[in-house]
Structures are given as structure tokens and as C-alpha cells.
């Protein structure tokens, strides 16, 4: 049996496909709403282009963007949900844009703080980051209980959210929470290492 602490196992990280919120730069954390049309089509030429690596295996946030954007990416892989991997809570800003909260103090405050204080009514980034981190670890406990980790070409798909990547890829690969920001449909590749028990994501790369 293969030792997971001596793996370099390949990670994809997708951001789900556009929504019309996200067309109009509005806050969508724990509201559902599925890709629009545009979105899709988006998607499908990128895929046609062979932008997405294949994946072995595949975990995605609970929210509808996120498992219609696997439905269309990977359709022959069964993916597997992770609960805390859900959108943040945006709190008192969902649904509205920069047009929209510029009036706000509350939100001239969150922009003064770089996105470090709460949102109003919502979640801290400290929270987030720490549910965000518990799906990772979530993952990793699937992978090795399921025996993944003996494939030999190992490679594990992750359609999430924007802020789902920036926490973990900050967390695990060192640098600023924004510094990995992408588009929808957009993403990073990555290597996972183990060593003494501490995970590392390595040589990554935006697509």
C-alpha cells in the first residue's frame, strides 16, 4: 500500500460557471441560483477547447452552481459533495453590488479593512476560512479511507466557490487571501505533499 505521506497528488481547482449574479457583480454567498445560459455556453467552449485536465475523482460544494458545473464538465463522474464547502455568507450585502452598498458604512468599512472585518449580519473570514479547511480535511479522510490514495495517477477535481479557493490555496500554499482570485469557469492546478503530517499545496498554476 501506498504511503499517503509520500503521494503528489494533483489537485484541479474550478471555480463554478457564471451566474447572472456574477454577471452583475452582485454578492452571491448562500443564495441557490444555477448558471445562466451565457454561463453554460461559457463553459461548454471551454471544455471543447480541452481547457479542464481529466480527474479521477471529484468533490464540489452542495450549491446548485457548483453541481450544474460538474454536470456539464465532468458528466461521467459521480461527484461527491462536501457540506462545508458551501458560498460564504455574505450576511447584509447578498444580492447587492458595489452601485448598490457604496452609500453603506458598514460596507465603506469592510472595503477599508480589505475584506478582513465580518460581514455584517454574515460570516468572518476567520470563519470561513476555518469551515473551508474542515472540507479539505473532509476530503482528505475520503480519499484515504476510500483507498484513492493507491491510484497511481491520482488526480482530484474541486468545483467550488471563489472564496472557497482563495482560503484554501492561501492557507496551504502561502501568499494573500485575494492574491488568488479567478474568474468563473477559471481555476488553479496544484500538487498536494505531505510531510510529518502537515499538507502543502505546491507548484501552483492558474488556467
Given at each position: 500500500?501506498?504511503?499517503?505521506?509520500e503521494?503528489?497528488?494533483?489537485l484541479v481547482?474550478?471555480?463554478?460557471?457564471?451566474t447572472?449574479?456574477?454577471?452583475?457583480?452582485?454578492?452571491l454567498?448562500r443564495?441557490?441560483?444555477?448558471?445562466?445560459?451565457?454561463?453554460?455556453?461559457?463553459l461548454?467552449?471551454a471544455?471543447?477547447?480541452?481547457?479542464?485536465?481529466?480527474v479521477t475523482q471529484?468533490?464540489?460544494?452542495?450549491?446548485?452552481?457548483?453541481?450544474?458545473?460538474?454536470?456539464i464538465?465532468?458528466?461521467?463522474?459521480?461527484?461527491?459533495?462536501?457540506p462545508?464547502?458551501a458560498?460564504?455568507?455574505?450576511?447584509?450585502?447578498?444580492?447587492?453590488?458595489?452601485?448598490e452598498l457604496?452609500?453603506?458604512r458598514?460596507?465603506?468599512a469592510w472595503?477599508?479593512?480589505?475584506g478582513?472585518?465580518?460581514?455584517?449580519?454574515?460570516?468572518s473570514r476567520?470563519?470561513?476560512?476555518?469551515?473551508?479547511?474542515g472540507g479539505?480535511?473532509?476530503?482528505?479522510a475520503?480519499l484515504?479511507?476510500?483507498g484513492?490514495?493507491n491510484?497511481r495517477?491520482?488526480v482530484?477535481?474541486?468545483i467550488?466557490?471563489?472564496?472557497?479557493i482563495?482560503?484554501?490555496?492561501?492557507?496551504?500554499s502561502?501568499?494573500?487571501?485575494?492574491?488568488?482570485?479567478?474568474a468563473?469557469?477559471?481555476g488553479?492546478?496544484?500538487?498536494?505533499?505531505?510531510?510529518?503530517?502537515?499538507?502543502a499545496?505546491?507548484?501552483?498554476?492558474?488556467?
Amino acid at each position: 500500500m501506498r504511503n499517503r505521506a509520500e503521494n503528489q497528488v494533483k489537485l484541479v481547482f474550478i471555480r463554478h460557471g457564471a451566474t447572472k449574479s456574477n454577471k452583475e457583480h452582485r454578492y452571491l454567498g448562500r443564495t441557490e441560483e444555477g448558471l445562466w445560459e451565457a454561463g453554460k455556453r461559457e463553459l461548454l467552449q471551454a471544455k471543447k477547447e480541452e481547457r479542464y485536465p481529466q480527474v479521477t475523482q471529484l468533490f464540489i460544494s452542495p450549491m446548485k452552481r457548483c453541481l450544474e458545473t460538474a454536470q456539464i464538465l465532468y458528466p461521467e463522474i459521480a461527484p461527491i459533495i462536501i457540506p462545508e464547502w458551501a458560498e460564504m455568507d455574505f450576511g447584509a450585502f447578498e444580492g447587492k453590488n458595489y452601485m448598490e452598498l457604496q452609500k453603506d458604512r458598514r460596507y465603506q468599512a469592510w472595503i477599508d479593512s480589505n475584506g478582513t472585518l465580518p460581514f455584517p449580519e454574515g460570516e468572518s473570514r476567520e470563519a470561513f476560512t476555518l469551515r473551508c479547511d474542515g472540507g479539505f480535511r473532509r476530503m482528505l479522510a475520503y480519499l484515504s479511507e476510500s483507498g484513492a490514495w493507491n491510484q497511481r495517477s491520482l488526480v482530484v477535481g474541486m468545483i467550488v466557490h471563489g472564496g472557497t479557493i482563495m482560503s484554501l490555496l492561501s492557507q496551504y500554499s502561502g501568499g494573500d487571501y485575494f492574491d488568488y482570485q479567478v474568474a468563473n469557469g477559471g481555476g488553479y492546478l496544484g500538487v498536494f505533499k505531505e510531510r510529518g503530517g502537515a499538507p502543502a499545496i505546491v507548484d501552483v498554476e492558474k488556467f
